[in-house]
């Protein structure tokens, strides 16, 4: 297969496997530096496109999408965000960002954020197939590696370059590359998974609740005026199929409910996803011309959305250091990445459980583990430390200055 003939060969200086937001988001700030890459993906534009994902921004990422010209969209159809509601025993606590820490989140789904830079793709001619398959990646431990696919018409054709990125996700095969007595994988399961839902419905609420209650966690999210994004907790091996609409509502009005009289608007449900996650991190991110990029790498759990963030923060690195790489400072400046990207995603990782473990109920909890949660939450919400905590780490580090 490795050298069986081809119907074409390009060369350009960087491969990039994935093209989700990720790996488009890298072609894009490359491209920016005058560096050809080639993407590739074996899901179509369309699967990508209408994949739900979690939908909060850090304001540096949105400020990226802006400043480095993929699309100015954010700023008309997102929605600033200045802090969350926290929902513990039926009580409603406002996180406010701004003034705790002076931050703000964008409410902006990530199929948009993808939208944006496909569409910037293609308006700056970089090249980007998707729908491939039989994907192989050969000769990483080179410096001349190279990605070989299946395109949607039958053909195969040869990417020969001087450094893959794998930013294939979560069920990433260039991850696999990595030799296994050279690479370490850290990770952790939870015992519960969320139902994800889309329902016609108007808003419920200005900013995201997310709601620890007796009954289990829920997150009351938003798409547009008339669309709204909620999930709950369920068990992970729950079937979507197996609830209807009325079950779903009667689950989430409980969850919410409190002394405020507080309930969700309800409408139809156009989507209904049971969503399974874990805590994932592969060292190392570089295995010689292969450099591993956001999922692939590292997963978290959704509470808090971090993992799109996490993943733009890895290819904002990346974009920093490739183009120095290939420019004749060689391939050195390349062990600036992993220290660089490693640091926020154990940050990422910490945060990301412990909110997940804060919010939810375990299943066989003992009494003294659902009394000393909630324990925690009234540290959380109840003191200042403990809210600027919270709104420090769920909008994100500063890029320059992690130290802070
Ligand atoms: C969304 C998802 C999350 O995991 C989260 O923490 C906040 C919002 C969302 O899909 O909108």
Redesign the pocket.
């Known amino acids: 297969m490795a050298d069986a003939p081809v119907d074409s060969v390009v060369s350009v200086p960087v491969a990039v496997v994935g093209a989700g937001p990720a790996g488009l988001m890298l072609a894009h700030l490359l491209g920016r530096a005058g560096i050809e890459t080639v993407a590739v993906d074996t899901r179509t534009r369309h699967e990508i496109e209408t994949t739900?994902?979690?939908?909060?921004l850090e304001a540096d990422v949105a400020h990226d999408l802006v400043g480095t010209g993929v699309s100015d969209r954010i700023l008309r159809d997102g929605h600033e965000h200045e802090g969350i509601e926290v929902r513990s025993a039926g009580r409603p606590y406002r996180i406010d960002f701004k003034q705790l820490v002076g931050a703000s989140t964008w409410?902006y789904?990530?199929t948009d954020v993808f939208v944006d830079l496909a569409d910037a793709r293609a308006r700056d001619g970089g090249t980007v197939h998707f729908g491939i398959r039989d994907t192989e990646v050969l000769d990483v431990a080179t410096d001349a590696p190279r990605v070989r696919y299946t395109a949607p018409d039958g053909t195969r054709h040869e990417i020969r370059a001087r450094y893959v990125v794998g930013a294939d996700g979560s069920r990433s095969m260039c991850r696999d590359l990595v030799p296994e007595d050279r690479r370490v994988r850290y990770g952790t399961e939870y015992p519960f998974a969320?139902f994800?839902i889309l329902a016609e419905a108007p808003t419920s609420a200005p900013e995201?609740v997310?709601a620890h209650s007796a009954h289990g966690f829920a997150?009351i999210?938003?798409?547009t005026e008339a669309v709204q994004?909620m999930?709950f907790q369920c068990a992970p091996d729950e079937s979507a199929d197996a609830w209807s609409d009325d079950r779903i509502w009667e689950t989430l009005q409980a969850r919410v409910a409190g002394e405020d009289g507080f309930r969700l608007m309800e409408g139809p449900i156009t989507e209904k996803t049971v969503l399974r996650f874990r805590s994932f991190v592969q060292e190392p991110m570089r295995w010689g011309s292969l450099l591993l990029a956001g999922d692939a790498a590292h997963t978290v759990p959704?509470?808090?959305?971090r993992?799109l963030n996490l993943a733009l923060h890895d290819v904002k690195v990346l974009a920093e250091v490739l183009p120095r790489a290939l420019g004749g400072a060689g391939e050195a400046v390349l062990e600036e990445y992993e220290p660089r990207a490693l640091r926020r995603v154990w940050r990422a990782q910490h945060f990301s459980y412990w909110m997940t473990r804060l919010l939810h109920t375990a299943p066989g909890a003992s009494s003294f583990d659902l009394r000393r949660q909630l324990g925690e939450l009234d540290n959380v919400v109840g003191t200042r430390a403990g809210r600027a905590y919270l709104a420090e780490q769920y909008t994100g580090w500063p890029t320059r200055d992690q130290a802070h």
């Open positions: 739900q994902r979690a939908g909060i409410l789904p990530q969320w994800g995201l997310y997150l999210s938003q798409r994004r999930y959704p509470t808090g959305a993992g």
